[in-house]
């Protein structure tokens, strides 16, 4: 009797680790401690001496990963070379000179000026002044041949690091109206100039757009709104624009991606995007004298391996609808790995119907799962109640006023119209615990906290479960600021 019940219940187990639809249980059984700690000493080791994009130890992380995701059973995406997306980056190089010159004024690269973008230019022309520079700002104004000026960001968007994220749309749009340049003035307190010029007056790594990014696109300092005063009233009219030539050098990077197909005849049509950045920073000087490898454990090893452990158990057992598994290449260089997907993508973005990034700077409670983006889509039950099946409370962004939901890859989907919220480990505020390890040597696998992650990890993987197999899709909650674009995008 004893041995028969041991049997049925080896049975039932088994059937629920492989072959169906994974629940609580089987998630457990395939991810375990030991295999989650295993993959994590590797991605976060020594020897691969911080993921830098463009560095030879990026790339056996990159291999890593794609091995990884054969064992799990995933498949390539169409159009991808194995489980891998080439694309080449750019290390562009500060010109030698750039000057702007106002009237009896001339500002300078690396001083009141940044060159951001584009290509040399020798140029004595008309200027105009369009608000934010965007779609709506520019309708009915002629700019050919013009000079382009522009306040920095957009009404919602008053981050330096949404700034950036703006600027190839700009540079868009102005370039489709004729214009030959844009001048962008930047007057945000949050980050000053001083630390702006000291973070891009050097090389910058851009993607590759074949020549498309040509227009000149320069910030300009205008911290107590000087010259959008004077551009306001009109006071000036012309401006000789000077930059030479700017040096670029290849450099070709890798996302890593595969697939599960979905087990419902309609369903997998649809995809549940699973995504985490694999890159950090590398090698450099650090606060500590006798280490300076910034191994990105939290920052983002622990969101790659939780992207692993979900191809292991989605891989094994397909849910109803297909899902992509992601590893980007170069977040930390300006979410360059997500953006090209997001505008090379593999599968229609109007197919992919949801992206769950996982991002972290680190933790310091145990007891929660922070989401940033929580209550912005209709997914949020499945993800709290995934948490709590681990005794976790999953929670919003504590500190929205960072705009984080704009900073991480999951924007880059948003953007597109995808409901894309960021899962992260649990954190109340940005304090010293936080600080001690984001973006610091101190960053390393050794003191992390396996059991939570372990926890984590598990929860990662059921909220995927419970939103691939959900008969109804998740969309953004009504009146967020990206659910134009989903309508847009699906055609709702
Ligand atoms: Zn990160």
Not at 66 to 85: I, Y
Not at 112 to 131: C, Q, S
Not at 333 to 353: C, E, F, R, V
């Amino acid at each position: 009797m004893k041995i028969l019940k041991s049997i049925l219940l080896l049975l039932v187990t088994l059937s629920t680790a492989y072959g169906q639809v994974p629940d609580k249980n089987s998630i457990d059984q395939i991810i375990t401690l030991s295999q989650s700690e295993s993959h994590l000493r590797f991605l976060a080791s020594d020897e691969l001496r911080g993921r830098d994009t463009g560095s030879p130890e990026i790339n056996i992380a990159a291999r890593y990963i794609a091995e990884s995701f054969r064992k799990s059973g995933l498949k390539p995406l169409p159009g991808a070379d194995g489980f891998f997306q080439h694309m080449n980056l750019i290390q562009s190089y500060p010109p030698a000179d750039g000057r702007l010159t106002l009237g009896d004024t001339s500002f300078q690269q690396g001083k009141e000026l940044l060159v951001m973008r584009g290509a040399g230019v020798d140029l004595n022309t008309e200027i105009i002044f369009a608000n934010y520079g965007l779609a709506e700002d520019l309708k009915g104004l002629n700019l050919k041949g013009k000079i382009l000026v522009v306040k920095a960001g957009s009404e919602s968007e008053r981050d330096p690091r949404q700034f950036l994220g703006l600027i190839k749309t700009k540079q868009e749009l102005a370039k489709d109206k004729g214009a030959v340049a844009v001048v962008e003035l930047y007057n945000s307190p949050n980050i000053p100039w001083p630390m702006l010029i000291n973070f891009f007056n050097k090389p910058q790594l851009i993607i590759d757009e074949g020549g498309k990014d040509e227009l000149p696109y320069l910030w300009l300092q205008d911290a107590k709104n000087e010259q959008l005063v004077g551009f306001k009233e009109k006071k000036i009219k012309k401006a000789s624009l000077v930059i030479s030539d700017l040096v670029k050098k290849p450099l070709p990077s890798k996302n890593v991606l595969g697939m599960v197909e979905g087990t419902d005849a309609k369903l997998k049509n649809e995809y549940l995007l699973l995504s985490a950045h694999y890159d950090h920073v590398g090698v450099a000087q650090s606060n500590n004298p006798n280490d300076s490898i910034f191994n990105g454990a939290r920052d983002n090893a622990v969101g790659t391996v939780a992207v692993l452990n979900a191809a292991s158990v989605l891989g094994k057992n397909p849910p109803r609808r297909s899902v992509i598994f992601a590893a980007w290449t170069a977040e930390e260089k300006g979410l360059l790995g997500s953006a090209y997907y997001a505008d090379h993508p593999l599968i229609p973005l109007n197919q992919t119907i949801y992206n769950l990034n996982i991002d972290g700077a680190g933790y310091n409670d145990t007891t929660l799962i922070t989401v940033i983006g929580l209550q912005r889509t209709s997914a949020e039950e499945h993800i709290i109640e995934a948490a709590r099946q681990y005794g976790l409370t999953a929670t919003s962004d504590p500190a929205p006023e960072q705009g984080l939901f704009d900073r991480s890859d999951n924007v880059n989907f948003a953007r597109k119209g995808i409901p894309a919220p960021t899962y992260s480990t649990g954190f109340t505020a940005f304090d010293q615990e936080i600080m001690k390890y984001y973006h610091q040597v101190a960053d390393e696998p050794d003191g992390l906290n396996f059991n939570y992650l372990l926890k984590y990890f598990r929860s990662y993987a059921l909220t995927a479960t419970k939103i691939a197999n959900d008969e109804n899709r998740p969309f953004w909650t009504s009146g967020d600021k990206y659910e134009e674009a989903g309508k847009k995008l699906y055609h709702q």
